[in-house]
């Protein structure tokens, strides 16, 4: 019998990825995501697989000449440092559409839930204030114009349903251009001033990488239209929240929804938390169990090259 390949898992994921890795692996679990027990803990083995929380720093890859792939449980790499994963000459593999799906969903929840006030109208409905009906106003989405900042796949699903879906006019603001998407869906391509300033609602979906670390300033709360929405899907540092906030308490923007925060996990002060016209929840939005499954799969390129194979999802 072949000697088993070791794999060092950062947090547990669904079962059906990890069975594919228990065929052929000895599957270890961290416990402690702390850089001084991972870098020890990391040593002989012949792949690291890591899901939101945690980091593998070049210390942690340099410590162990044995390792050959890192995987990642999702799909953003911002807790990956790349360079020295190349450097070393590990393959890193990700999930890149598996959770496209259950975050695009999710956005349209915050959205749609922002949009026609289900927060306030479901606090008043509990009170028995039936007359609230009155006073809270909601507003529709059909029509408007979405403008989302980072049009890779999830951005680009979110336009698609709220282009085909409701019928809303679509801005992006992308590094990339994107003219087989413009034309299916007449999306606009534009500057991120411009975005901010047109769209009623603006989606955050850029990745995390230095050049995007709070990029969502005062200085874009200030161009947004006073009836406009801003949602972030993407990665809590990406924007500042005390200026978001202050966006809210000033009445520059009419509500914020978002499924990320700067320091994660968000404390029950979080200032954000204090406004009526913000929505918010727990980093959850790729969770869906379908989602889930998807993502574990990661396992199955871990494999591919563990054994010499092509991985479907390389990084790098």
């Avoid at 990825?17 to 052929?24: C, D, I, Q, S, V």
């Avoid at 001084?36 to 899901?51: V, W």
């Avoid at 975050?103 to 606090?123: D, G, Y």
């Avoid at 029509?143 to 951005?155: P, Q, R, T, Y």
Wanted: hydrophobic share 40%.
């Amino acid at each position: 019998m072949s000697k088993k390949f070791s794999v060092l898992l950062y947090e547990r994921m669904h079962h059906v990825g990890t069975a594919l890795l228990e065929e052929k692996c000895n599957v270890y679990y961290a416990e402690s995501l702390s850089e001084n027990y991972l870098a020890e803990k990391a040593k002989g083995m012949d792949a690291l697989i890591i899901r939101a929380n945690g980091a593998i720093t070049r210390r942690i890859i340099e410590s162990n000449p044995d390792l050959k792939v890192i995987g990642r449980h999702g799909v953003g790499l911002d807790a990956i440092d790349l360079h020295a994963a190349k450097d070393a000459g590990v393959m890193v593999v990700n999930t890149p559409s598996a959770n496209t799906e259950s975050v695009a969903e999710h956005f349209l929840a915050l959205t749609l839930s922002l949009a026609k006030k289900i927060q306030s109208a479901n606090a008043e409905l509990r009170k028995g204030n039936w007359q609230a009906r009155h006073t809270i106003v909601p507003f529709e989405l059909t029509g408007k114009k979405l403008g989302v900042c980072g049009f890779g796949k999830i951005g680009q699903q979110i336009a698609q349903m709220c282009h085909k879906g409701l019928n809303m006019e679509i801005l992006y603001h992308d590094v990339v251009e994107w003219p087989d998407v413009e034309k299916e869906l007449c999306a606009q391509k534009t500057d991120i001033e411009q975005l901010f300033k047109e769209s009623d609602v603006v989606s955050i979906n850029l990745p995390l990488v230095e050049g995007t670390k709070q990029v969502v300033n005062k200085s874009l709360l200030q161009l947004m239209k006073p009836t406009a929405i801003l949602v972030n899907m993407a990665r809590g540092p990406i924007w500042n929240e005390k200026d978001v906030c202050e966006a809210l308490d000033g009445e520059l923007i009419a509500g914020v929804a978002s499924d990320v925060f700067e320091i994660e996990p968000a404390s029950s002060g979080n200032p954000l938390f204090s406004q009526d016209n913000f929505i918010g929840t727990p980093h959850m939005s790729a969770h869906a169990e379908e989602a889930m499954i998807r993502m574990s799969l990661v396992a199955g390129d871990v494999l591919k090259v563990l054994e010499g194979q092509p991985p479907e999802f390389p990084v790098i």
